[in-house]
């Protein structure tokens, strides 16, 4: 008996491991079309949607390792609440998430063991606005929950790329806010993020979206990933949402958090936290 539990544990480390990022079994839908669209089920597999501790939707969040949630810091601390106020233990992190009405099937969450903000986070600027939430169980593998590739350090992007946001904040006004949405989003030129946010960061932040046409996220979608693909087919985080998603007047680009640029303190926190990175 107890030969058969040690065998299956390390089965269970065996199929963590061999699970490739980026690499979804449903594929996304990826031709472009005016104001975003519902995504398939399960295209998305690291997506999970944050819920506190009363149940409200908190945000979302990209799996990118079996212990870890990358996602924004803003949902930890803000004007008048920190880290230190909030009850952590019955947030719960849902992966495998696609319509937040039903339980669907490959739907499972997770409760929350640790949260770990940048520590150069700063609420009232935005600047390193990104956190990662470390999971009490590891996240279980399957066709509808993977993780995402984190890019490292070197990776730059190119100006023009057209990369997907998905998210369950009406991202698309889709007027379906209670599925998975997406909505494909060009990078722009830091310039026009300059123009239209005082406050952008150009060493650390990106700017993605568009000028005047509709097609923006909302509220609930800020920590959702900027997904770009690799040449190799991979799905990579490019970003996470921070500011500027205003679905009502759609009228703005917005500002992510530049991944790469966080990579070595994503894999430093993660190898302190004791879940050195996989991939
Ligand atoms: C989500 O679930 C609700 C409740 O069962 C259902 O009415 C709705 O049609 C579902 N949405 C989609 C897009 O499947
Ligand atoms: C946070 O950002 C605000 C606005 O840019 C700035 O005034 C403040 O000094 C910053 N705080 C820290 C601790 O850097």
């Known amino acids: 008996m107890l030969f058969a539990i040690c065998v ?9 491991q061999n699970q490739p990022c980026g690499v979804p079994s449903v594929q996304p839908i990826t031709n472009r079309i005016v104001g975003g669209q519902i995504a398939v089920p399960g295209s998305w597999p690291w997506m999970v949607l944050l819920v506190d501790d009363l149940g409200f939707i908190a945000g979302s969040g990209v799996v990118i390792d079996q212990h870890v949630i990358l996602t924004s810091a803003q949902h930890f601390e803000g004007p008048g609440f920190s880290l230190y106020d909030l009850d952590l233990h019955y947030w719960r992190a849902y992966a495998g998430e696609y319509n937040i009405s039903v339980t ?4 499972k969450y997770y409760r929350v063991k640790r949260v770990v903000p940048h520590p150069g986070y700063n609420y009232t600027s935005l600047e390193n606005d990104i956190a990662l939430v470390i999971t009490t169980q590891p996240i279980l593998w399957n066709d509808h929950t993977m993780p995402a590739c984190l890019p490292d350090a070197t990776h730059t992007y190119n100006i023009g790329e057209v990369c997907y946001l998905p998210g369950w904040g009406s991202t698309a006004s889709t007027g ?3 599925v998975l949405n997406q909505v494909d989003l060009p990078i722009l030129d830091d310039s026009v993020c300059q123009q239209e946010f005082p406050v952008f960061l150009t060493n650390t932040e990106i700017c993605a979206g568009y000028k005047n046409q509709g097609k923006d996220w909302c509220g609930d979608d800020i920590g959702s990933p900027l997904m770009c693909k690799d040449q190799n087919g991979a799905w990579y985080v490019q970003g996470l949402a921070s500011s500027g998603g205003d679905c009502v007047k759609a009228d703005q680009p917005s500002v992510f958090e530049d991944v790469p640029q966080y990579s070595d303190w994503i894999k430093n926190t993660m190898e302190q936290a004791g879940y050195p990175y996989q991939y």
Do not use: M
């Not at 299956?8 to 963590?16: D, F, I, N, R, S």
């Not at 669907?104 to 739907?107: A, I, L, Q, S, W």
């Open 104 to 107: 669907d099937p490959h739907e």
């Open 176 to 178: 379906n806010e209670e």
């Open 8 to 16: 299956l544990g390390l089965v269970g480390a065996a199929v963590g």
